[in-house]
């Protein structure tokens, strides 16, 4: 349910963020505490999330505790794990009181597991039970994504009934769309609107108006079919249940708009070899390494274009033109071919591009591909032309761009569906793998053509 | 609500479309009208937008007149208009029959400005109004996203008589979780939660269990702000007013799901220079001038690079060695400046990063890109000196690359700041200009040192 406050809704993260440093540093820790006192939990996770790691374990401190949980709940994993760090068990569980199981679940899952079961063993009966029903599933699947705190009921019942038993309730959960109607054996067998529930007369019974023509979903379906599912039919809430078709929990679209965020960012991030879930403001000690394994494995892929040039040593000190226009056969094959393989990353993304349409795909990429090479390695046959005075140049250079570019297109359709199929992602490795291709077929067609013609 | 066909949910898109395209091939329009009509308008819709444009052609003409408006609402844009291009005004407000206020809107925006009010003259006037009720306002603020379809109440009635008032109804609007409480003069005042409205005494009024502490949304918050929002305080829906605070309508969670995805979007494919609302079929005679501007632009900056190396034409034609590792210090500085330059696009993207903290960021760039520098240059200082036996050289590349690498962190960083200050898009300006600095600074830094070693 919305409930932002005034100040939350006006609040720009970033101007708060200055004040909140400006009122670190005058070294009232008072005043911060006052002002994050009056924002949301939503928007104190956001001022976390922004700010540098010691800013971080500072601004953790001053958080009310009543609502250090709801704060918890919503940081990225590995800020999660960063706080939890500084925590002992006790303090853990006194944090996750009172929030859904599969929020629980969600945090339980950055900890190690000697901590995790030394904190599951600390907590009281009832939510262990409910928070091991969720753990008990793949963190990404659905069963990893569902709560189990649901309200159900039989379709024997008159509506009356159904509206009597609600009242007994104190509230319902969160963004209760649906009552799920089960049968005795807990099996699921449909659906009933809460907006069903208030525009049909009370004296009918459940079953007269259910909606049974629903497939739940099952709980080990991966979380980004269930987002898939989500988004195609604006569902707010679905049913999971499980091999034997019984009720285990709902999903609501809340949990599931976070993972269509991560999707579509993380075929931006891992094009760069990154991960989708970094903390942007993680400390040196941890970012580097990982940059350091991306650049070697490039550099690797540069030593070969090197091998390449090298092959053709004796032409570039014949005319050194070569070595000032070489770059470019290669670059405008990178940049054509890494179109193509974005535009088919999306697509494979979105599950527009599959076997029955890529062939199509192929060949309007070859298409765009050969209009654009005819096109621009005349202009840059032309440029070369009047910068060195050779017409021998120039042609070389356009045949060339024209097998490079047709190239680039050729790979950057066809790799990352090579790479699906062999199980790798596309995305990591899709960029990578086209430069290597751009560059060693840019330098030996350019250079191996300029061999042959300056003989 | 769900409402799913058993056929759908086990739907694979690409499944189905090889065995559409077996039928159409076989020419039996017969079975592709049935497979067609055993399959929702969303995953119909799904089929269209897998589909090269004489599939969709011929597919759209074999779909059930009756769900055609609900098949056309679910698609992007640019497939909505070359559908619309096919049809005459009154198939137009046949097709838009039934549809919600917000979903017709968005269809006839695509439509050129004349049609689009021939269109809405031959609609009936209460259909008209509400849609130019929606018109109204920019297709890209909550004004355009939202729908004018809502239930209010005032706050003096018994909930037992808001229950009988809701039985009167037939239907509730899709997805309504809340109820508006108005006052009188149709002003916004506050919340009434379904969940609520059916676990308290309907002996209670709306005023005493009403939510107020709730900001609405103005009319005009572009559309990427009311995204933030919603996935920030998982809402599922919202109100929406004007400067007076009247009550407009309402947004739900499944059109801003579209947002969130498009956005996300956004960066990955402006990155290359794609627009996010491509139509990943598109046919070569609109791919392919769209390809070519974006080319063209980086054979400029290509170019660029070519000259500086031709400032070196001597060096390079003493030690043709050069010419082998030269591209080596380039393209690695590309490398490890678009890391950087993802990982700040993304921030601001998130709204994480902004000036309190930039300074920080650019500091940890510079910091783990000085230590990859140092590392990386090491290695390829040493692979140099094996490879051509010469000190001098080693000496040089690991020079150029500590150069060229820090320089990278600090563009990769400074850059999308400064093109968001001059109102550029970042992502959209930031992968050229990268590079164009990574490769004139890698290829005179080598090439320069290599001048004055070599005297």
């Not at 704060?71 to 944090?95: R, W």
């Not at 349409?357 to 990429?365: A, H």
Request: charged share 20%.
């Amino acid at each position: 349910m919305p409930n932002p406050v005034s100040a939350d809704i006006k609040f720009r993260a970033q101007n708060q963020l200055g004040e909140l440093y400006a009122a670190l540093d005058s070294g009232t820790g008072r005043e911060v505490q006052r002002m994050l006192h009056s924002l949301s939990p939503q928007s104190i996770a956001e001022l976390l999330e922004s700010s540098p790691p010691r800013i971080r374990q500072v601004l953790w401190k001053l958080i009310d505790r009543e609502v250090e949980g709801e704060v918890l709940q919503e940081l990225p994993d590995e800020i999660q794990s960063q706080i939890l760090a500084t925590m002992d068990t006790e303090e853990m569980v006194a944090v996750m009181e009172g929030l859904d199981a599969d929020d629980v679940a969600d945090i339980l899952q950055q900890l190690p597991e000697r901590v995790m079961a030394e904190v599951l063993s600390a907590m009281s009966e009832s939510d262990r039970q409910r928070v091991e029903g969720v753990l008990a599933y793949d963190e990404e699947t659905a069963g990893g994504l569902m709560d189990t705190d649901i309200v159900s009921v039989r379709p024997n019942l008159h509506l009356d009934v159904v509206l009597r038993y609600l009242r007994r309730h104190e509230q319902l959960p969160e963004s209760t769309d649906n009552l799920f109607v089960v049968n005795r054996k807990d099996r699921f067998i449909g659906l009933l609107p809460l907006t069903k529930l208030l525009t049909t007369d009370p004296s009918v019974t459940v079953r007269e108006i259910m909606i049974t023509d629903v497939e739940p979903i099952p709980a080990d379906m991966p979380d980004d079919e269930v987002a898939q599912l989500f988004a195609k039919y604006d569902w707010i809430t679905a049913p999971v249940v499980d091999e034997e078709k019984r009720l285990l929990g709902r999903i609501t679209i809340d949990d599931v708009v976070d993972v269509i965020r991560e999707d579509a960012d993380h075929s931006l991030m891992s094009l760069a070899g990154l991960d989708e879930e970094e903390d942007t403001f993680a400390p040196v000690k941890r970012t580097a390494p990982r940059r350091a394994v991306w650049l070697g494995i490039n550099l690797l892929t540069a030593l070969l274009a090197s091998w390449v040039i090298n092959l053709f040593q004796d032409t570039i000190d014949k005319v050194v033109a070569l070595a000032v226009l070489m770059p470019i056969v290669a670059s405008m094959g990178g940049v054509a071919g890494s179109q193509t393989l974005t535009v088919v990353i999306r697509g494979m993304a979105l599950g527009q591009v599959g076997r029955s349409n890529l062939s199509w795909l192929l060949s309007r990429e070859l298409g765009s591909g050969a209009l654009n090479a005819i096109l621009w390695s005349t202009v840059m046959g032309g440029v070369a032309a009047l910068w060195f005075g050779d017409t021998r140049i120039a042609l070389i250079i356009i045949a060339a761009m024209v097998i490079n570019l047709i190239t680039a297109a050729f790979a950057g359709a066809i790799l990352p569906v090579a790479l699906r199929a062999m199980r790798i992602d596309p995305a990591l490795a899709g960029g990578v793998a086209l430069t290597t291709v751009t560059d060693v077929v840019g330098f030996m067609s350019f250079l191996g053509l300029a061999t042959w013609f300056f003989a």
